[in-house]
């Protein structure tokens, strides 16, 4: 995410406007809705019920939170719908704009504190 915000501002991007919605996107925010009932199963490597937690995973909650919160600052500087990020890990048009990865990443964090 940092080096998609640092290539917009080197090209210029400056905001444009709301943010658009891709189809990709929405129907990403549309599963990190916290209202909403249905559940997802995670992947297998995702699934931390059988793991050790970490020592202090509040504290390690924190300090993303605070990372998204930088990223958010550095991201009003540039155009959030021609930003584009690259999805690991996925093998058709893997790029998301940067104002849905960014909406998916508030959404996310919103579930995680209201479970």
Not at 28 to 54: H, I
Not at 56 to 82: M, T, Y
Not at 91 to 101: A, D, K, Q, S
Request: proline share 4%; aromatic share 10%.
């Amino acid at each position: 995410i940092e080096l998609a915000i640092h290539k917009g501002k080197a090209r210029r991007w400056t905001p444009s406007g709301p943010v658009q919605y891709t189809v990709r996107g929405k129907r990403a925010l549309k599963q990190a809705e916290s209202q909403q009932g249905k559940k997802y199963k995670s992947a297998k490597r995702y699934n931390f019920f059988q793991k050790p937690t970490a020592e202090h995973p509040l504290k390690s909650f924190i300090i993303g939170a605070e990372k998204l919160q930088r990223l958010l600052q550095l991201a009003k500087v540039v155009d959030l719908n021609k930003t584009t990020v690259h999805k690991p890990h996925s093998w058709f048009g893997g790029h998301y704009t940067l104002g849905n990865l960014l909406e998916w990443l508030v959404r996310h964090s919103e579930k995680h504190l209201r479970s």
